[in-house]
């Protein structure tokens, strides 16, 4: 006889519906599996065989052929388990078909029968009602993930035999309901760091206050110990909580990096990334055969931060040129283009020069200018364009560090923050792909940024003084922008200006 069973293929992070037909016919025994299957999926002959025998149904010893349609589409993964074992019990007449082409299946079966979870459930669930999907029977473990989709009826099960009883029964099942209070996944194992603990530095603090307020990019300059990491590490938790649209952005990227099995539904707090120097462009981009999310698309909404930013080799820093610009990374091969989000707030830091002390009041530097000017030619012109604040920290004096009182706390910072983003918001409001300052196009400028005669001149002299760039001088614009919303001012205005062009500090080094 013969079955079909839906069940679904992740593309980037939007899904691709896919029939499993089985058809169990007289000939020698074995089982076929067509339509472009990975390892994982050929693997899954002799695991669905044994789960099968040893979940008490029966194994047809006859000559089975599964066929996953689309036949040009790659599959990959452990989640056709679930969907061939339905397709074999259905082809051999050991449960109902009926309810086979209303509901999508997915999941991983084990040898006893237990299901266990898989990855990117819910773009799949957000993407199955215009499969013409009617619910998703899958692990228990991903139900939660799946039920954050509105009208989507959604079955976890633990066992395969709770999937047959299912099919057979299905008045005796209530889908599972969304719990917003379910446990959710914290995406870094770093608690957000207090900015109370920050002494001085109130030129940086102020930095981070308004990257956080306009979602800009930020780079920290300065010796050793002079406290770029410790503040830098401190900007998420100034940042204001994820919308509902954001964290549902945030958790399908996750979700197709399989960061959410057997973790809760959503996201809830702003991704914080921060990879090592020796990562590869791949790692930062994303890529792979499959192509998965690499670290800049799971910053998207959050922080991607960049420690020794000059550590980094070169040709891996120019691969975040296009996505600052545009917020997403096309990743393309041979057979197949997929496009992730990468809406991420870059925050760097970096010493001056190779021993770490040019500048510094207290050590004196050894680098010649040759071995200075090797050091920050890994930092294209083009890159520091798009970051949006440099600043440069110094070290602490001495009765600083002893005797200067502790700063103001996050929870303060992070009140202002929200309030400019609010003013933001209210002033985006018909333009609902913008969520903050720096996502701003030239065209917005016009409108927003509107320039008085001092302000112009301001500008104008440090586009001459400076050798900014268009693209440099329309971000100078941004952050004037966002330093008037903390201001509660509407227009903007000369000393508005002046304050973002003083972050322009590397410019200024040049």
Known sequence: MLARVWSASIVGIDAVKVGVEVDVSGGLPGIVVLGLPDS?????????????????????????????????????????DLPISVGILAASE???????????????????????????????????????????VLPADNAQEAAVVEGLAVYGCKHLSDVVDFLNNPGRYQPVQFADNVETLHITSLQPADLHDVKGQAHARRALEIAAAGGHNLIFVGPPGSGKTMLARRLSGILPPLSFAESLEVTRIHSVAGLLKNRGSLVRDRPFRSPHHSASGPS?????????????????????FLDELTEFKRDVLEFLRQPLEDGFVTISRTKQSVMFPAQFTLVASTNPCPCGYYGDTVQQC?????????????????????????????????????????????????????????????????????????????????????????????????????????????????????????????QLQANHVAEAIQYRTIDRMQ
Not at 49 to 75: C, E, H, Q, S, Y
Not at 284 to 304: K, Q
Not at 390 to 411: C, D, F, H, Y
Request: aromatic residues 4%; contains cysteine; charged residues 25%.
């Open 40 to 80: 994982a999926i050929q693997e899954s002959r002799e695991r669905v065989k044994a789960t099968l025998k040893n979940a008490g149904f029966a194994f047809p010893m006859r000559k089975i052929v599964i066929n996953l349609t689309p036949a040009d589409l790659r599959k990959e993964g452990p989640c056709f």
């Open 284 to 304: 930062l981009v994303g890529g792979g055969t499959f192509p998965r999310p690499g670290e800049i698309s799971l910053s998207h909404n959050g922080i991607l």
């Open 366 to 490: 050894t680098c010649s200018p040759r071995q200075r000017e090797q050091y920050w030619s890994k930092l294209s012109g083009p890159l520091m364009d798009r970051i949006d604040l440099q600043v440069a920290v110094n070290r602490l004096k001495p009765e600083e560090i002893t005797q200067q009182p502790m700063g103001e706390a996050s929870k303060s910072v992070r009140q202002r923050v929200q309030e400019a983003r609010d003013r933001a918001t209210t002033r985006f409001q018909k333009e609902p792909n913008l969520r903050c300052n720096a996502q701003m196009q030239s065209s917005h400028l016009q409108t927003w940024c509107k320039l008085d005669d001092a302000s112009r001149n301001l500008l104008e002299a440090a586009i001459r003084k400076l050798g900014l760039s268009a693209r440099a001088s329309d971000r100078v614009l941004k952050v004037g922008r966002t330093i008037a919303d903390l201001a509660g001012e509407d």
């Open 94 to 136: 050991q449960v109902n078909p009926d309810l086979l082409g209303d509901y999508l299946f997915l999941g991983e079966v084990s040898l006893d029968g237990s299901l266990r979870a898989v990855a990117g459930v819910l773009p799949i669930a957000a993407n199955a009602q215009k499969m013409g999907i009617a619910g998703l």
